[in-house]
C-alpha cells in the first residue's frame, strides 16, 4: 500500500479558499489515480476530484469551476485547491491513491467552512 500524508485542512469563511496537500510514499506519476474524497457527518463519503496516471482530472458537479486537483511529480504531492469554498463544502477530506488494484487512504483532514 502507499503510505499518504495529508495537510492544509482547517476553518474559513464562506467564499474563502484552502489547498489541501497529499504526499504519496512512492513516486506519484507511477500511481493509476489519484483522488480526494470528502465525507460529512451523518453522509456517505463521495469523490471529489481525480487526477490519472495521463494527467486527465475529473470533478463532481458542485465543485467544478471551484476546485483544481494537481499533482507534482517532483515532490510526489497532490493538491487540491479549493476556493469560492460554501458551508456545504464542510467535511473531512480523504486522499486516495489507486494502483495495482489496490486503494490506499490518508487519515484525513477537516475542512470547515462558516457561513
Known amino acids: 500500500q502507499v503510505q499518504l500524508v495529508e495537510s492544509g485542512g482547517g476553518l474559513v469563511q464562506a467564499g474563502g479558499s484552502l489547498r489541501l496537500s497529499c504526499t504519496a510514499s512512492?513516486?506519484?506519476?507511477?500511481?493509476?489515480?489519484m483522488g480526494w474524497y470528502r465525507q460529512a457527518p451523518g453522509r456517505q463519503r463521495e469523490l471529489v476530484a481525480v487526477i490519472t496516471k495521463g494527467g486527465t482530472t475529473t470533478y463532481i458537479d458542485s465543485v467544478k469551476g471551484r476546485f483544481t486537483i494537481s499533482r507534482d511529480n517532483a515532490k510526489n504531492t497532490v493538491y487540491l485547491q479549493m476556493n469560492n469554498l460554501k458551508p456545504e463544502d464542510t467535511a473531512v477530506y480523504y486522499c486516495n491513491a489507486f494502483s495495482y488494484g489496490v486503494d490506499s487512504w490518508g487519515q484525513g483532514t477537516q475542512v470547515t467552512v462558516s457561513s
Open positions: 512512492e513516486d506519484v506519476f507511477s500511481i493509476n489515480a
